[in-house]
Nanobody, 122 residues
Framework: QVQLVESGGGPVQAGGSLTLSCAASVKITSINSIGWYRQIPGNQRDQRELVAHMDGKGATNYADAVKGRFVISFDNSENTEVYLRMNNLKHEDTAVYYC????????????WGQGIQVTVSS
């Protein structure tokens, strides 16, 4: 059973930086894509919105709200780790952040982290 554990969140002042990490319990092979999502408090639709995404060829895609401020990366040299560097944080970045690793083994399998709180004070 693959587990993803997130770390690096917490409180930060507006304008500050954080780096979220998402560590897998094993090295994950056949990765289709990796991504970070967030859920805003009070979101009535209870939906996670895409923040950053990287496909299997390394192409990245970011939500308009975070372009130029956030960077997604990963390290698969040993156990798989996914990162999200967040710069110039804003109050509206306050959310619970989730990492996702999409794996292919004859069918699509998504591994999700448990979520980590980021709180930006203005």
């Amino acid at each position: 059973q693959v587990q993803l554990v997130e770390s690096g969140g917490g409180p930060v002042q507006a304008g500050g930086s954080l780096t979220l990490s998402c560590a897998a319990s094993v090295k994950i092979t056949s990765i289709n894509s990796i991504g970070w999502y967030r859920q805003i408090p009070g979101n009535q639709r209870d939906q996670r919105e895409l923040v950053a995404h990287m496909d299997g060829k390394g192409a990245t895609n970011y939500a308009d709200a975070v372009k130029g401020r956030f960077v997604i990366s990963f390290d698969n040299s040993e156990n798989t780790e996914v990162y999200l560097r967040m710069n110039n944080l804003k109050h509206e970045d306050t959310a619970v952040y989730y990492c996702d690793i999409e794996h292919w083994s004859g069918k699509r399998v998504d591994f999700w982290g448990q979520g980590i709180q980021v709180t930006v004070s203005s």
